[in-house]
């Protein structure tokens, strides 16, 4: 408590329920009006701060402020404050309440300190995490508090970047939105609803420096630009160079599809087939092997004139299976009869 005993007179401490507990009143001094800022010392009423307990225990007196833990125990402070009259002319405010710098904050129910160490904890270790390890540190919060003090902290200022990258996302059905990124660090600096060209003129106008623009090929985006950035470069970014250049060949093959045909050559009547034996050794393989001891079977026996499911009760087989080696008058048939057709026919 070093950064504000000056303010404050400790009237009591003392261990209860497993924590350090510290009752303590401000000092008689002048405090300055937050809206005028003229000081006063003239004494409206006291009132104890019902300030948010962070320990679990339930004995914690609802007026105590969670401050940091000393020796492995949460210190509380029951802290006794003024309000004040304001006694400068011209000011609208007839009384306020004296806040002590370091120790308590307009509506807030921790220490600065322990406010800081929660956010911190929320920032580096997010939800989960962030509360296990103020679970260890005598401050107990849930997950969903961790998060929901992370959700309040400010965005840092975002610098300009020198190269900007301009794209919209589709929020859902026809509405779309924009998204500034910045192009080095790739991370997200602006976000708003539409893809108009005034919002985007706008933003670089009170955002100067930008001296390259990657943007997709939207005419929208390109004269927001221009007016907002006239000498940045505009450039089109990856993707949509490499879907504008795959759009072009389909559709320059889609053209020309009648040509294909002609552009394949011819085969020679004169040479003989290539690898003639091939199949034979490349089929010699254990399913090959598996078919034709079925084939083999199945023709001992339905070539004596037995009926297909006599066949197949003999063979334990499926009926289906007899029938379609049965069909087949050889193996290589047999193959072939069930090859899928070519998909293209020129």
């Keep these: 408590m070093s950064p504000h005993l000056d303010a404050v007179r400790v009237e009591r401490v003392w261990v209860s329920g497993g924590a350090v507990r510290i009752a303590a009143c401000t000092r008689e001094l002048t405090v300055a009006c937050p809206d005028c800022g003229c000081g006063s010392a003239r004494i409206h009423s006291r009132y104890d701060r019902t300030l948010t307990d962070a320990d679990a225990d339930a004995d914690a007196d609802a007026d105590a402020d969670a ?7 949460p210190v509380l402070i029951g802290l006794s404050v003024r309000r004040l009259f304001c006694d400068g002319p011209g000011c609208d405010r007839r009384t306020f309440a004296e806040q002590v710098e370091g120790l308590t904050v307009r509506y807030q129910r921790r220490s600065p300190l322990l406010q800081h160490l929660v956010e911190m904890a929320g920032v580096l270790l997010a939800g989960r995490g962030g ?18 003090h992370l959700m309040r902290l400010p965005l840092p200022p975002a610098a300009t970047p020198r190269v900007l990258g301009v794209d919209d996302f589709a929020l859902y059905a026809d509405v779309f939105g924009t998204l500034l990124v910045d192009a080095y660090t790739r991370l997200p600096i602006e976000l708003w609803a539409g893809r108009d060209a005034e919002q985007s003129a706008a933003w670089l106008r009170t955002h100067p420096g930008v001296e390259a623009v990657c943007r997709n090929g939207s005419l929208v985006y390109r004269q927001g630009i221009t007016d907002g950035a006239p000498d940045a470069v505009q450039v089109s970014d990856r993707f949509h160079l490499w879907q504008g250049l795959s759009k072009r060949v389909g559709d320059t093959a889609s053209a020309h599809r009648v040509c294909l045909p002609a552009a394949v050559p011819e085969p020679d009547p004169a040479s003989p087939p290539a690898n003639r034996a091939g199949p034979s050794h490349q089929a010699d393989t254990p399913a090959r092997r598996h078919a034709k001891r079925l ?7 339905t070539d004596t004139g037995c009926s297909l499911s006599a066949a197949a009760r003999e063979l334990g087989l499926n009926r289906r299976t007899v029938a379609k080696y049965a069909r087949a008058a050889t193996l290589a048939g047999l193959r072939t009869a069930h090859q899928a057709p070519p998909t293209y026919q020129p």
């Design 131 to 148: 509360a296990r390890l103020l679970q260890i540190l005598k401050v107990p919060l849930s997950r969903t508090s961790v998060l929901f």
């Design 67 to 73: 401050d940091a833990d000393a020796g492995g125990r």
């Design 295 to 301: 084939f083999e079977a199945v023709h001992a026996v």
